[in-house]
């Protein structure tokens, strides 16, 4: 489908399918001045970067430059709300001012789960589990 430009159309539909699909879990992020809790999440993300799989610019703050890890949580809209969502990520990146997008950005930040969930890191699959994962900037000099 790519000869016809419509791998993002594609990539899209499949992410709507997918996360229509996905029931709701509960997550605790914690960071070096916080902790906060969200019963109804329904998407979780982690990275330094704004862009999520497909070239989606999930987290248009997100600056590799930052020196800093961007996380989101998304708590599950209605099936509506959640194309009307979508089409404000493929627009203009202001689906993060609704009120079911959750930002967090610091040095470090924990991410814990109770429920086994499915998870995708760098684009791999992971089977369900439940997750105690620590992320923090780290860095090596490449020349001296």
């Known amino acids: 489908m790519n000869h ?15 996360l229509a699909r996905q029931d709701t ?19 979780a ?3 330094n970067h704004p862009y999520f799989g497909g070239g989606f610019v999930i987290l248009p703050k997100a600056n590799i430059f930052s020196h800093e890890l961007d996380t989101i949580i998304v708590e599950k809209p209605s099936l509506s ?7 404000k990520l493929l627009k203009n990146g202001s689906h993060v001012n609704a009120p079911q997008f959750h930002y967090v950005e610091a040095q470090e930040i924990h991410i814990e789960t109770k429920k086994p969930k499915f998870a ?6 992971i089977e369900a589990q439940k997750y105690q994962i620590n ?7 490449l020349l001296k």
Request: aromatic letters at 18%; hydrophobic letters at 40%; proline letters at 0%.
């Open 135 to 141: 992320f923090r900037i780290d860095h090596f000099n």
């Open 4 to 18: 016809l430009n419509s791998g993002n159309l594609i990539y899209g539909l499949n992410v709507i399918k997918a």
């Open 120 to 125: 995708q890191i760098d684009g791999e699959d």
């Open 45 to 47: 993300a982690t990275t």
């Open 81 to 87: 709300k959640f194309i009307f969502l979508f089409t």
């Open 25 to 43: 879990f509960a997550v605790t992020v914690k960071t070096q001045n916080k902790t906060v809790h969200y019963g109804d999440a329904y998407f």
